[in-house]
């Protein structure tokens, strides 16, 4: 019963952030917070709460080094100002240096929400343009839809021969009506987490709401099941056969090794050398064609993003001296020598994990306006991105809020701040970068001097220009939108 429920498809508001700590192992942003370099004012007011593994991030935003950041959205509605702070944080990676991805996941509401496709696609302009307009940078980051990315699905596909029934049974509460569309989409997930590392594993960090917590954990766990092979092999201009290669390699490795330059005649004269009279010889004969071609190391991933299971298979196969050839294992014969020559690189190289463990960052969800959660089903509990301003002003005006029932009473008393809605607006929104005006505004209600009335028109005004700007920017970026030639269309009308 003390169980905080986690379910990234159900409603329910996280009531106690502490358990989280507790139960799933999510850490104390704070913890971490001195370790980024320019951290975000989400970061530094509290709204960024815990994490995963934040620290190699942070760690390779202090040195430059390569890091990405992605994250998506399900467009089943408008986006929301609790859909800003995922963009937010998107964005300020982005900036920070990080390789930037957004993502919609539109299989996902297709499978999970049972979308239709015209309403998905609707929605995702809506989502980009706002994306767009909340400064994501798209030269430098890259935008997809799932349902348009093969390499995605690709990548889903390999995951999903890693994770089965039960595990998501476990984690996700599937059961026998669970539709086979809704696991796939779990997958699909899985491989967005993935996807910034597909070229090169690197710290990612995963910017979501604690509820979406048992992806990243389901991710996590696949991050470290799947390996790749490295064989280091050397080759020539000409085809040999597998137990010349290993010949050729020995060659290689002697007459230098690594990056050294080796032609094909150097290695035939240290082959005439060293294996005389053996099998050698009709590879001495190629090297000699091939005459001042180089000799060069090719380093070949076999099967890079092999799973486990994969990788367990390469490795029997080179035992049971078969060649592996191009992430295949191909039925060639090879000799028993260079069966435990290939096995021998393949051990020496096969360390490699395909992909470091992301790592998340969990931010507060928003207060709605009407108290409870923020929803995308109640409209007067949150401000749509596209709201007129007005609204936006209207909506703010009849917020609820933390002050008390009298004026005398919270003179006396001070306001309850961080029970309120609307200085949630300030905090998250509102104040923007400006710490002092976003401390002021706390103080003063904490202490007293702020009185609800004035204050939430402050708010009202505040927001009202922030939809003006931000709407006049979306529709800035329509014609960039549409360069982008980002495929909305779903793949059936
Ligand atoms: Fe909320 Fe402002 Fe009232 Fe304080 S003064 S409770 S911040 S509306």
Known sequence: ADDVALDPWGSA??????????????????????????PHYLMRRGVIFGHRDYGPVAEAMRNDDPFAVLSGWMPTGDPHIGHKLMIDEIVYHQEQGGEAYALVADLEAHAARGMTWAEIDANTEEYLLSLLALGFDPEEGEIYRQSGNRRLQNLAFEL???????????????????????????????????????????????????????????ARDLAERMRYFKVTEAYASFEAEPEERVLVREAYDALGGDDADVRCEEAADYLREHHAGEAGASVVDKLDNAGKEPVRPRVRFLDRRATDAAFDALIEAVEGEKRVFEGHVDSFDLSRDAAEELAREVELDHGGHAFRA??????????????????SSVPASHISLLDDPEEGYDKVKSATTGGRSTAEEQRELGGEADECPVYELYAYLLAGDDDEFATEVYEECVGGERLCGGCKEQAAEMMREFLDEHQEKREEMRPVLDELDIDVESPRR
């Open 358 to 375: 992301p790592s998340s960052v969990y931010h507060r969800f928003m207060t709605g306006l009407t108290g409870g959660k923020m929803s």
């Open 160 to 218: 999903g021969a890693e994770a089965n029934f039960s595990e998501m049974q476990a984690l996700y509460g599937f059961d026998g009506e669970t539709n086979v569309s809704h696991m796939q989409s779990v997958i699909t997930q899985m491989a967005d987490i993935l996807y910034p590392q597909l070229d090169e594993p690197m710290p990612t960090v995963i910017p979501v709401g604690p509820d979406q917590d048992p992806h990243v954990r389901l």
């Open 13 to 38: 508001s996280v009531a106690d952030y502490r358990k989280l700590f507790e139960q799933f192992g999510i850490e104390e942003f704070d913890a971490v917070l001195p370790e980024v370099p320019n």
